[in-house]
């Protein structure tokens, strides 16, 4: 009886972001697509589904600040914590710091969830806990838990902005010392949802919300389910980045010398940008292959093409050893798999996962892409090369080494394809590179290369 009567104090949403916490730690799911099962699951939709979203995603973006607090208000440490207890005292961590959940509902709330899944004893100690962490704003915690900036700076942005170490560093080479705390502040900001009007198909007039400031196919959602857009619905408009609008404008956009007419998307799941570039294709009398190695994705590019025009097939294939003759096509995309580091926004829990060591496979796969890529353009052809990562392993490196080995390729200026976008400049010459911080995007790296 007293079992019934506390689970029915337990608040619906809560309960809900502690499922998805679980199954991101325990499973390794991805938090994008374990939420709307979950919010299906407990009849959440509208403002309470919003709230869930933010509740989960900055919980997990801001896990390392939230220790490093939690830390200070207990004493033993965090490993010798149940894991559902932990989870719950960095959901109620995120409301009172984070969010504008008054300090009482925060607590009782948490309180009553531990009480619910795990027992009384329990409940008392995240209350004791939860009070102790009330006790200051988040940047007087800051102050007190995180490392002296002007002695360790390094070690004081793992903890402010909640990025593991490897990846500050990362991140501080690509960005540079002055801009490196704005860049880590965006990423723990939720993202503005874009949607793109597939030209040919739909226009952005139609669209709810204000136009996108550099993509001229964009608007930045006021609110609300994207999926209930009509043209949403209907595959004429898409929910996309700006800066993946920007990337397939400009593989689109870049000269070619001669015919064009046959374009390839080499890395093409799950299809947004072979959507947009399908339908830019389809204005220019040319046609799109989009090629993906993973069949699921490339069932999910098929699925984002349904009903395109400017579409010559989707198949599922190794883009290094793809199944095409050399020279076959006019223009070609690699959107080369990636660490993913430039889009940590979106993916709460990628920052976590990620490793030095997965830099290693993944850029000797971005290498191979590249070269397949020239290989299959004709001369006088293009490749965009890009990537949702800053990391200049990735970047600068690729591109060096590809230039490095070929005698038939040459690296062009990219920046006249985007000339009312500023502050683009990437880290080679003629290279371009968006940011979360400057241009409200993800932060994309496009280097052009013309097969010669
Ligand atoms: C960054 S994503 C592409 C995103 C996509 N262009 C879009 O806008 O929706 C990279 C894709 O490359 C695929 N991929 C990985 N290795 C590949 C390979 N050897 N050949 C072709 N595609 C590959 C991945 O499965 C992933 O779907």
Redesign the pocket.
């Known amino acids: 009886m007293a079992e019934r009567r506390s689970k029915q104090k337990v608040d619906g949403p809560r309960l809900a972001a502690l499922e998805v916490l679980k199954a991101v730690r325990v499973d390794e799911a991805y938090t994008n697509l374990v939420l709307p099962g979950v919010l299906a699951q407990h009849g959440l939709s509208g403002r309470d589904a919003a709230f869930v979203t933010e509740l989960v995603s900055g919980t997990i973006r801001r896990q390392a600040t939230y220790d490093a607090v939690l830390a200070a208000c207990i004493d033993r440490p965090l490993a010798k914590v149940e894991a559902k207890v932990l989870d719950a005292l960095r959901l109620g961590t995120h409301q009172l710091l984070s969010m504008r959940v008054p300090a009482h509902a925060a607590i009782s709330t948490t309180v009553d969830l531990v009480r619910a899944r795990v027992g009384a004893g329990a409940a008392g100690f995240a209350n004791a806990v939860l009070r102790k962490v009330s006790a200051r704003d988040l940047d007087g915690w800051v102050a007190a838990v995180a490392p002296d900036p002007a002695t360790d700076p390094r070690g004081h942005a793992v903890v402010a902005f909640s990025h593991p170490a490897w990846v500050v560093e990362e991140l501080a080479r690509a960005v540079g010392e002055a801009e490196l705390p704005a860049l880590l502040a965006a990423d723990n900001e939720p993202p503005r949802v874009t949607l793109v009007a597939r030209p040919g198909r739909a226009t952005r007039e139609e669209l709810p919300g204000e136009p996108t400031p550099w993509s001229p196919h964009g608007v930045v959602l006021e609110g609300g389910d994207p999926g209930a857009v009509p043209a949403v619905a209907e595959g004429r408009a898409g929910v996309q980045d700006e800066g993946?609008q920007l990337v397939a404008e400009v593989a689109a956009a870049a000269a070619v010398e001669g015919r064009d007419e046959r374009w390839l998307?080499?890395?093409?799941?799950?299809?947004?940008?072979?959507a947009l570039l399908a339908a830019l294709a389809a204005g220019r009398g040319a046609r799109l292959v989009a090629?993906?190695?993973?069949a699921h994705?490339a069932r999910l590019v098929a699925r984002n093409l349904r009903g395109a025009a400017g579409v010559a097939g989707v198949l599922t294939?190794?883009?290094?050893r793809p199944p095409f003759r050399a020279g076959t096509f006019d223009r070609v995309l690699v959107?080369?798999?990636?660490t993913g580091l430039g889009a940590l926004r979106r993916r709460p829990e990628a920052r976590w996962r990620r490793r030095p060591a997965d830099l290693t496979d993944l850029t000797r796969?971005q290498r191979a892409?590249v070269d397949s890529a020239l290989d299959l353009v004709r001369p006088g052809g293009a490749v965009l090369y890009a990537t949702?990562s800053p990391v200049l392993a990735e970047t600068a490196d690729v591109v060096r080494d590809v230039l490095g080995a070929r005698d038939d390729v040459r690296l062009e200026d990219a920046s006249c394809l985007l000339p009312h976008v500023p502050d683009t400049a990437g880290p080679l010459e003629g290279t371009l590179q968006l940011w979360p911080h400057r241009h409200g995007t993800d932060a994309m790296f496009l280097a052009l290369l013309r097969r010669t």
């Open positions: 993946s998307d080499l890395c093409a799941g799950p299809g947004g940008k072979s090629g993906e190695r993973q994705r294939a190794d883009g290094t959107d080369a798999p990636c796969l892409l949702c």
